[in-house]
């Protein structure tokens, strides 16, 4: 495992300033801004920078100009990702993206190789934060990375969570694939499964609402773990990346499994929080994972920006008869194969049933009856009191990458890594890609909650609780 120190801030080196263009041109359309960008954009922070970091590993060299002219195309045929915000003053009424025609800046960087290259420009993407009045809010890093056996070349997006998500981020670049390598990018149809049976009673409201979170209870707080190394206090995020084996499961029965990865994804998840409290004296307390929820298609029709829906998966009363069992070192099979059905039948609920992207509150701080400079204000406020009933972490598992990212000669990926940003008072998030049979995982933490020590030892922590879950499958 490789944890990431973070050091000073610094711009990307040998950007080509002959390649931005000299006027900015003028805007196709202007869109307000949907609930998730406004709500963001009221508690963005420079100590937490809102970035999504999307980091693909190529075996091969890519040609510098054909990828720069690629990655413009491709942000030309999808041209919500275009888009700069207007100037605004506290008495407008809405924040308002504005299209662009063209990028007003060249996105596409090509800093100088070097054995540090790849870790400074992960440091970039944790700390330097594409600003939002420039098109697009996007900035790719391609890095070259010489082997003695092979070359390679990674792609690293850092992105505006405020204007758009990794998985849109995700289908521009396959569209960039598609036109630098020639070959067809067209997403792979999601996997066939077994239809539901319906021999229990029908789902209750309860029911669906098992899987939303704790009741009146707080949420677990994951226990700080920070020293006095040189990073302690350091401003923005750290950050962890690794590969764990695909962890097995039972066979299925009648073309259906009992659950899948992302149910062990998610115990694993609440099995690292618990282990970890209880490993730092913290008493019992539910664990709530927030879980990202995409219903969007990922062909070439694809909305781009913040598509994504959050769901609230709770561990509580259950979880509670079984606490001793969960936290024992290793965890007790049996206990973990129950949990793992009590989540299975959670996220299936919370899958099944529709919702608004952050609730009704969120829809209701947006809007437009008040100025923005108020409705920040009153949005911050809200935030901080409700950060005790905030879910203990977020985790994010994209699955299986859709698209082939077909680079032509420079090959398809070995590894691509995502992470989201972890602002306190959650402090922490997970994300995962499965490639190749092998999960991609990034841990990414708050100084203010973890140290980079601590944090290699919770994603050791991690890979073992996810370990844990295959016993049912041995």
């Not at 711009?11 to 307000?32: K, W």
Request: aromatic share 4%; net charge positive.
């Amino acid at each position: 495992m490789t944890a990431l120190h973070q050091p000073p801030r610094q711009e990307p080196e040998n950007r080509d300033a002959t390649s931005v263009p000299a006027n900015r041109q003028p805007a196709a359309t202007r869109l307000p801004f949907p609930v998730v960008d406004e709500i963001s954009r009221h508690c963005l922070g420079d100590d937490e920078p809102e970035t999504v970091h999307i980091e693909v590993h190529l075996p091969g060299r890519v040609n510098h100009e054909r990828l720069r002219t690629a990655f413009h195309r491709a942000l030309s045929r999808h041209p919500r990702s275009l888009m700069r915000q207007t100037p605004v003053r506290w008495w407008h009424r809405r924040y308002v993206w504005q299209l662009t025609a063209a990028p007003d800046t060249d996105p596409v960087a090509f800093p100088p190789p070097g054995p540090d290259a790849l870790v400074r420009a992960r440091a970039r993407a944790l700390a330097d934060c594409p600003p939002l009045d420039s098109a697009p809010p996007v900035r790719l890093e391609v890095i070259e990375r010489r082997r003695d056996a092979a070359d390679g070349t990674v792609l690293l997006l850092t992105i505006n969570h405020t204007a758009l998500d990794g998985p849109a981020c995700l289908r521009v670049l396959a569209t960039a694939a598609e036109l630098y390598g020639g070959a067809d990018n067209s997403p792979a149809p999601p996997p066939v499964r077994a239809p539901e049976t319906r021999t229990d009673r029908p789902a209750r409201p309860d029911d669906r609402a098992a899987g939303a979170g704790p009741g009146l209870a707080r949420p677990a707080r994951i226990a700080p773990d920070t020293g006095a190394g040189p990073h302690a206090d350091a401003p923005h995020n750290g950050m962890l990346i690794t590969e764990l084996p695909v962890p097995a499961r039972p066979p299925r029965v009648g073309g259906r499994a009992p659950y899948t990865v992302n149910d062990q994804l998610l115990v694993a998840t609440c099995l690292t929080v618990a282990r970890w409290n209880r490993r730092h004296g913290r008493p019992l307390a539910p664990v709530v994972v927030t879980m990202p929820v995409d219903d969007r298609p990922r062909g070439s029709e694809m909305p781009i920006g913040n598509g994504t829906r959050l769901v609230q998966v709770g561990f509580g009363p259950e979880e509670r008869r079984d606490a001793e069992l969960l936290c024992a070192d290793p965890p007790d099979p049996d206990a973990v194969a129950r949990l793992l059905r009590r989540t299975a039948a959670r996220t299936r609920a919370l899958k099944s049933v529709p919702g608004s992207q952050l609730g009704l509150a969120a829809t209701l701080l947006t809007l437009p009856a008040l100025p923005v400079g108020i409705r920040g204000a009153v949005t911050r406020t809200l935030r901080t009191a409700a950060a005790p009933w905030t879910s203990t972490t977020l985790l994010s598992n994209i699955g299986r990458i859709p698209y082939p990212l077909d680079f032509g000669d420079a090959g398809r990926p070995t590894a691509v890594w995502f992470s989201a940003p972890a602002r306190m008072p959650r402090g922490l998030t997970v994300t995962t890609v499965s490639v190749g049979g092998r999960i991609q995982l990034a841990l990414r933490w708050s100084h203010a909650l973890l140290d980079e020590a601590a944090g290699a030892r919770l994603g050791a922590l991690f890979a073992d609780s996810l370990a844990a879950t295959e016993g049912d499958a041995r």
